[in-house]
Nanobody, 124 residues
Framework: VQLVESGGGMVQAGSSLRLSCRIAGSSRFAMGWFRQAPGKERDFVAAISRGNSVTNYADSVKGRFIISRDAAKNFVYLQMNDLKSEDTAVYFC????????????????????WGPGTQVSVSS
């Protein structure tokens, strides 16, 4: 599948942003959001299972970020609230083919398709 992220930007700490990931092709994948800050490795942010029944979050974003999917429109979203300067990164969405409807993996190597990313910059 082809993935394209949008919705990034420059905001102040405490603000909110909603990232969107358009899925061209089948939406029958587990989906994840990852991020990569300059000079750092790509980190897991959030994931949602193929059946939308299970979500998984990194500890650093729990209670602030929400992942969701609109299967009819073939979009996955990441609602980011109370943004902090440490959330500054390029954000990527990724797709993971899996027969499981409850698997929301945090392991990047299990995701096979990736979008080009969208920059989120948070100033303190």
């Amino acid at each position: 599948v082809q993935l394209v992220e949008s919705g990034g930007g420059m905001v102040q700490a405490g603000s909110s942003l909603r990232l969107s990931c358009r899925i061209a092709g089948s939406s029958r994948f587990a989906m994840g959001w990852f991020r990569q800050a300059p000079g750092k490795e790509r980190d897991f942010v959030a994931a949602i299972s193929r059946g939308n029944s299970v979500t998984n979050y990194a500890d650093s974003v729990k209670g602030r970020f929400i992942i969701s999917r609109d299967a009819a429109k073939n979009f996955v979203y990441l609602q980011m609230n109370d943004l902090k300067s440490e959330d500054t990164a390029v954000y990527f969405c990724a797709a993971r083919p899996t027969p499981s409807t409850t698997d929301a993996s945090s392991r990047a190597h299990e995701y096979v398709d990736w979008g080009p990313g969208t920059q989120v910059s948070v100033s303190s």
